[in-house]
């Protein structure tokens, strides 16, 4: 299945991006456009504060953990005391240019009994602290300052996690083209960032539950619209 819900608007911008919940294909969906798009990039809105944790998470995992090409990143469990949990968080926004003894914290996200999946980390450190406690644009600030010299270089950016609605929002309000992935996976996830994002008029859907085949071919499809 792929489909477009009545796209009916011009495209004023090269940006594409992939909504879909963990282990849909966005990675796979990404690297394929990447290869039938001439002169494009990827951008990844958790690539900055994933380098960040890598560096300051550096006595428990590796940048390949954290990147999703080592240990299973929702499985994998590490543990770090609260104290010392809070300390990395505030360097990491630190490199940002973010005191955090300058914001009203809840620290109560930090629910660490049970230990730490390196994807439970990015959702907290990402979300739970930056989004919705620091500035809901965060990330996108750090896309918008990164665009000025991809546009210098690049015909089409390929945004490969957009999980939040003001995020998707920020690519259809610039003209951009928005590509639903979905799939059974049998995983759950109750946080916001894995709960999937509605569908609006000129999303496209793509029906990810057959062969690597199939799927390029509906990609494809895809490609002929946008």
């Given at each position: 299945?792929?489909?477009?819900?009545?796209?009916?608007?011009?495209?004023?911008?090269?940006?594409?991006?992939?909504?879909?919940?963990?282990?849909?294909?966005?990675?796979?969906?990404?690297?394929?456009?990447?290869?039938?798009?001439?002169?494009?990039?990827?951008?990844?809105?958790?690539?900055?504060?994933?380098?960040?944790?890598?560096?300051?998470?550096?006595?428990?995992?590796?940048?390949?953990?954290?990147?999703?090409?080592?240990?299973?990143?929702?499985?994998?469990?590490?543990?770090?005391?609260?104290?010392?949990?809070?300390?990395?968080?505030?360097?990491?926004?630190?490199?940002?240019?973010?005191?955090?003894?300058?914001?009203?914290?809840?620290?109560?996200?930090?629910?660490?009994?049970?230990?730490?999946?390196?994807?439970?980390?990015?959702?907290?450190?990402?979300?739970?602290?930056?989004?919705?406690?620091?500035?809901?644009?965060?990330?996108?600030?750090?896309?918008?300052?990164?665009?000025?010299?991809?546009?210098?270089?690049?015909?089409?950016?390929?945004?490969?996690?957009?999980?939040?609605?003001?995020?998707?929002?920020?690519?259809?309000?610039?003209?951009?083209?928005?590509?639903?992935?979905?799939?059974?996976?049998?995983?759950?996830?109750?946080?916001?960032?894995?709960?999937?994002?509605?569908?609006?008029?000129?999303d496209f859907v793509v029906d990810n539950n057959g062969s690597l085949e199939e799927f390029y071919q509906?990609?494809?499809?895809?490609?002929?619209?946008?």
């Open positions: 299945m792929v489909y477009c819900s009545n796209r009916s608007y011009k495209q004023y911008m090269n940006i594409i991006t992939l909504s879909a919940k963990a282990r849909c294909g966005k990675d796979t969906a990404a690297q394929y456009l990447l290869d039938n798009l001439e002169n494009s990039t990827s951008y990844a809105l958790a690539a900055c504060f994933k380098e960040s944790i890598a560096i300051h998470f550096a006595e428990f995992v590796n940048r390949d953990d954290v990147f999703g090409y080592g240990v299973d990143r929702n499985s994998y469990i590490i543990y770090v005391e609260r104290s010392d949990f809070i300390e990395r968080v505030e360097r990491i926004y630190e490199d940002f240019g973010y005191r955090l003894d300058q914001y009203d914290i809840d620290w109560n996200v930090i629910d660490d009994n049970n230990g730490w999946t390196i994807r439970r980390i990015m959702q907290v450190v990402g979300t739970d602290i930056g989004v919705n406690q620091i500035d809901t644009n965060i990330w996108l600030n750090e896309f918008e300052k990164a665009m000025f010299s991809l546009e210098q270089v690049y015909d089409t950016v390929v945004m490969v996690d957009c999980r939040q609605t003001h995020e998707i929002e920020f690519v259809r309000e610039r003209g951009g083209s928005v590509i639903h992935i979905l799939r059974e996976t049998g995983l759950t996830d109750d946080h916001i960032t894995e709960q999937g994002l509605p569908v609006e008029d000129g509906k990609l494809d499809s895809v490609l002929t619209q946008i």
